[in-house]
């Protein structure tokens, strides 16, 4: 090996269990779906294993996955005059920037992918015109796309929260560098 060739460090998952909980449960939704009709007679068993996995993927990664490889986490609530607000939380920019990028390409992505399957396998259901596994197919995207908005929603707030610090920061020393220029004088 040639001294002069410096291969950078290869970057490993920070927190490979997480990531495999996170893979695990969408694979387990999709995979069940995909092959219970080689195993099962029933739509009722069907549909509630394969509800149960995704409701299992959804709290999962909304409450484990999201804020340990990301550090984003979101939730909704109804407030006195019974309107829907959605909470945010997030870590400071610092941490954030900290990260481990493999965790968090892998979170983006499978997050993605994951809908991107049960969008088309819904397409097939319509397709076969089976509305039935329509259905299923629907609450899986739903829980799916309620991840995806809540978890982009909190990484744009994370950023506005951050340009308001940095801008509200460098408003604070100017004022006070014009500040101390004027007491001098």
């Known amino acids: 090996m040639d001294p002069n060739q410096i291969q950078a460090p290869v970057e ?11 893979v695990l ?8 779906y995909i092959l219970s009709a080689l195993f099962f ?14 409701a299992l993927d959804f709290w999962v990664v909304k ?7 990301v550090g984003l986490r979101w939730w909704n609530e109804i407030n ?11 870590l400071d920019q610092e941490s954030l920037a900290r990260m481990n ?24 259901s319509l397709i076969r015109f089976q509305a039935d596994y329509l259905l299923v197919v629907g609450v899986c995207l739903s829980l799916n796309v309620a991840n995806i908005i809540g978890f982009t929603k909190c990484k744009k707030d994370a950023k506005k929260q951050f340009q308001q610090f940095a801008s509200q920061t460098i ?5 006070s560098t014009v500040q101390s220029a004027f007491t001098l004088v």
């Open 80 to 90: 006195d005059l019974g309107e829907s607000v959605w909470k945010f939380e997030s």
């Open 101 to 124: 990028k493999k965790d968090s390409w892998l979170f983006w992505w499978t997050l993605y992918l994951a809908a991107a399957a049960w969008f088309i396998l819904g397409v097939f």
């Open 25 to 32: 449960f969408k694979g387990a939704a999709l995979a069940f």
């Open 63 to 69: 409450n484990v996955s999201g804020r340990i490889l």
């Open 171 to 175: 408003a604070s020393r100017f004022q």
């Open 41 to 54: 007679n029933s739509f009722v068993i069907i549909f509630v294993v394969t509800v149960l996995l995704a």
């Open 12 to 22: 490993n998952y920070a927190n490979p269990k997480t990531c495999l909980f996170h």
